[in-house]
C-alpha cells in the first residue's frame, strides 16, 4: 500500500522531458497553491489582453482623427 501509485505521489505524474509538463494519463490533480498560481497568471493575462485591446481602440481614435484632419486639409 505504499506504493506512489496507491498514495497518489504529485511527483510520479512530472514528465521526465520538463518539469513544468505532467503526464496526461498519469495525472493526480493540483493542489490548492497551484490552482490560485494559474488562477492569478489568468488575471495577469486576461488584465494585459484589456489593456491591449484598450491601446488598440486609442490608436484607432487617433489614426481617425488625424485621417479626418488630413481630408480637411486636402479639401
Not at 493575462?45 to 481602440?57: F, M, S, T, V, Y
Not at 486609442?58 to 479626418?68: G, S, V
Request: hydrophobic share 30%.
Amino acid at each position: 500500500m505504499t506504493n506512489d501509485f496507491y498514495t497518489e505521489n504529485p511527483e510520479t505524474c512530472q514528465s521526465t522531458v520538463s518539469q513544468h509538463r505532467v503526464l496526461k494519463y498519469h495525472w493526480k490533480g493540483m493542489s490548492e497553491t497551484e490552482r490560485a498560481a494559474i488562477r492569478a497568471e489568468q488575471d495577469r493575462q486576461r488584465k494585459e489582453a484589456e489593456l491591449q485591446k484598450k491601446l488598440r481602440l486609442e490608436e484607432e481614435k487617433l489614426y481617425a482623427l488625424q485621417a479626418e484632419v488630413c481630408h480637411l486639409g486636402n479639401s
